[in-house]
């Protein structure tokens, strides 16, 4: 395990990278949504620095994970909480980590079973190769090259931590 | 093998949901907590989320039933899961066909579970002792036996009003000695170690070894009901009642029928519930039955989510993928 510093300068890069974002699209009222339970830490910290008007939307995609005949049930789930109307909005979707794109594929479709928004911006504190469907982000707070066989984990909130860890550990 | 051996797989997970008894308080908490998590999903505007989509579970209801059966469908098409819904009383079943034939030509239709009402005990246990090892067996209810997702949409309901169990003194009043619920929900309520249970009931509705369970007994619906934190009053269940076990309809709900002065013993917050159908005027009186302190319709509910965690725990892996 090696500790990945930076997550200030990071949060600070997705921050700049959302408020361009939102200027070039002519976004005027967003909300925003955080992936449990990173995404969700992270999300905290931008909805309060954007100023978004409604409160925090927060997703569990366990039950629109790809991957549930080989894994089963997660105890852990914790329910989805969107406290406002997806329908015809402008939504901040925030995740930790981008890797191979299936969380965010889960994630999409969920959010589509509350209603058909107008658009989606994705933002990640980091991005990672290994993408296995053509999903991307919109805005990344940073860059990571990993071989294959590691892996970046989140821990926080407080305090909000990277560390690279080898599969299995 | 015991009911316990046959539920759970190696690694602790359920395999089949036979019966409450055995089972762990971690286990009753983590279906509680999986149910807390699918309630979420009535909030969409597409009531469903994918998780067993492609599954195909079988409604193979030997007994008459409504509630448990439409929630059980409902639970499964909220899963994505495709329902089978096989009519007994219309199957080949009563033109001469064994029960384990029935089984087998169903498997052979490449099903994932079977949800088993029966109107004798053990038979989902007999079941899941014989069906094929892809397929996952739950008890919607065996004779006298149990009623699993029952008792654990009770307890989940009971969590919901009053969190904290060990604190808690529960009153289950009636007939209890036809009862698969009230068997079930004393091995949840003991499991999640409830203070006190009461088993609330004439002489002849009371099984006389009921005090093993380690419930105690009253007679006397006052004394039953005193200090209570919650009342699940149980159905009169006639049908299963071949001699006189009570004078009369109306004399049992003079004496144990729950009114609004009767549930003033109890404390003032508590909760009254009943795992339906109600007779009213029977068991209890409308205005309790449609009361402040009635939790009866979301008992309902709650089995729709209830039934949703033990459908998606109990759903078997694709073990050609699984990760060891």
Redesign the interface.
Known sequence: MADFPGTDALLDHLENSLRQEIVRRGIQDPVMIGIHSGGAWIAELLHARLGIREPLGKLDITFYRDDFSQIGMNPQVRASHLPFRVEGRDILLIDDVFYTGRTIRAALNEIFDYGRPSQIVLGVLLERDGRQIPLRPDCVGGMLDLPLGQRIKLTGPDPLALSIHANGT | MTATDLQLDERG?LRHFLSIEGLSRELLV?IM??A??????T????K?????R?KTIVNLFFETSTRTRTTFELAAKRLSADVLNVNIATSATTKGESLLDTIRNIEAMHVDMFVVRHAQSGASHFIARHVAPHISVINAGDGRHAHPTQAMLDVYTIRKHKPDFQQLTVAIVGDILHSRVARSEIHALRILGVREIRAVGPRTLIPSDIGRMGVNIHHDLDSGLKDVDVVIMLRLQRERMSGGFIPSAHEYYACFGLTASRLALAKADAIVMHPGPINRGVEMDSKVADGCQSVILQQVTHGIAIRMAVL??A?R??TR???P
Do not use: H, I, N
């Open positions: 997970r983590s907590d999986a807390e998590s699918f309630s979420s999903v909030e969409q505007t597409v469903k989320v994918p998780l067993l492609g998606s725990m759903m892996l694709d993928m699984e990760t």
